[in-house]
């Protein structure tokens, strides 16, 4: 190399590293930390890719981390559901068999509750089309059970014997 291209090379480096600056100060939208720690006194073009590359690899860990988290806090937050829906089973049991309607407590008040019966699908494909819903076609659960409620038969359902749940109000 001679010492005009040493010295273009030099300057399209510099109007990069500006370029870089530039850049990076529009993306931190006037949050000088955000900028102080992505430059840390970097001036030329290599220290400031050098250092953008490591955040690169640090932003991707953190984002992979956050994702496996949340992973997790949604496999909890299902536990935990199907935990208290098991629990919310135990406590209707309880005051079916104590024969009681409602319990007043300290923590909030509960009340046994009649559920109506629901179509339980035993064959989609033989259930009639008035029963799905257009456009996906879906199948439409509730005038399905409403229909059986009302004694029709339909090929492909049949209605479940209901059930109990229970209402909880909070103090």
Same mark, same amino acid.
């Given at each position: ?60 860990? +953190? ?22 829906? +098991? ?85």
């Amino acid at each position: 190399m001679n010492a005009h291209s040493d010295v273009a090379k030099v300057q399209r480096e510099l109007e990069a590293a500006k370029v870089l600056r530039e850049q990076i100060a529009d993306l931190a939208q006037g949050d000088e930390e955000f900028i102080r720690d992505t430059l840390e006194g970097e001036l030329d073009f290599e220290g400031i890719v050098r250092q953008l590359l490591g955040d690169v690899g640090m932003d991707e860990a +953190l984002a992979e981390g956050l994702k496996a988290y949340g992973e997790d806090l949604s496999a909890r937050r299902e536990r935990l559901a199907n935990r208290a829906k +098991l629990k919310r089973s135990l406590i209707c049991t309880a005051l079916e068999i104590a024969g009681r309607k409602t319990m007043e407590l300290d923590v909030g008040t509960v009340t046994l509750s009649a559920v109506k019966p629901k179509a339980i699908v035993t064959e989609e494909a033989d259930i009639p089309a008035e029963f799905f819903k257009p456009q996906p076609p879906k199948l439409d659960q509730t005038a399905l059970s409403a229909a059986l409620r009302e004694g029709r038969e339909v090929k492909g359902a049949t209605l479940s014997n209901g059930g109990s749940t229970i209402r909880i109000l909070r103090k």
